[in-house]
């Protein structure tokens, strides 16, 4: 739950990624490209510290603005935005993160209603924080979530490096290039021997998650196209859907975690029937 509180939490404040909007320009904007939110049987929202709520309304563009993923290695976001996979998602660093529970968003801080502008694109996670979503990799693999998988990552690389078998000192979590080269390193006969010898050792004390290795080794894919396909969207159960076609689980106190690349209004929970309102006015 940290990690999803300091998402939900994080300034949208940015530049180039949202400003400040009145009244009558939040009416106008809704107008123009929200009409069909009077129909939404699910909201959305996000929660922001009250020290940030001084405006009526803001307008975010998060495309505008790549994120990058709060205290963590960035291993997961690299390989789902940039997997064939997920071409039809919004991507992950270009996107703002929400839940469909407005308890989920007030214990983070002040709500925010979130209105997609019509046509935007919502990618829906199974669980209430992407952390949690990929199942499978629990079930199978032990691999609880996903700060285990970015670690998993993380200390396999080290362990080439020990051995001096890799050029880079560790992963590059920042630039994709670089770090699908460095995937590429697996994937050498002396740096798969390596891998292997090193995980059925650590199994062997009982960090059962460790069986992710001796998985790739037997699924007969390329370091790269495993790890893709663990975090395969379909075989998950994330859902993609347009704004204006957006429901979700009525499940109020977890929700679902989604996210949107595409324009937002925000609008403070104090404002929010007063807005509505005048919008059914």
């Not at 590059?172 to 740096?191: H, I, M, R, T, V």
């Amino acid at each position: 739950m940290i990690r999803l509180k300091n998402i939900l939490n994080e300034a949208y404040d940015q530049v180039g990624r949202s400003k400040p909007i009145d009244m009558e320009e939040t009416l106008k904007l809704f107008k123009n490209h929200c009409q069909y939110y009077v129909n939404i049987s699910t909201p959305i929202y996000r929660g922001v510290y009250d020290s940030r709520i001084t405006n009526y309304a803001y307008l975010i563009s998060p495309a505008q603005h790549k994120r990058i993923s709060a205290n963590t290695e960035n291993y997961y976001t690299l390989l789902i935005d940039n997997s064939p996979l997920w071409k039809d998602y919004p991507k992950r660093s270009e996107s703002i993160v929400c839940s469909t529970s407005q308890a989920a968003a007030f214990s983070y801080g002040s709500v925010n209603w979130v209105i997609p502008f019509v046509g935007s694109k919502i990618g829906m996670c199974p669980q209430n924080d992407m952390w949690v979503s990929f199942d499978k990799m629990n079930t199978e693999l032990d691999v609880r979530d996903l700060g285990v998988f970015n670690n998993l990552l993380s200390s396999a690389y080290y362990h080439l490096v020990s051995k001096e078998l890799v050029p880079f000192k560790g992963l590059n979590g920042k630039d994709a290039n670089q770090f699908f080269q460095q995937l590429k390193e697996f994937d050498k006969p002396s740096c798969k021997k390596a891998i292997l010898e090193w995980s059925i050792k650590a199994d062997s004390h009982s960090y059962k998650e460790y069986k992710i290795f001796t998985h790739w080794n037997n699924s007969g894919l390329n370091f790269t196209e495993y790890l893709l396909t663990l975090l395969d969207p379909k075989s998950n159960g994330f859902e993609l859907v347009k704004a204006e076609n957006f429901s979700a689980p009525q499940d109020t106190k977890r929700g679902n975690e989604v996210w949107t690349d595409g324009d937002c209004l925000l609008i403070p929970d104090k404002n929010y029937d007063d807005f509505m309102k005048m919008i059914k006015q």
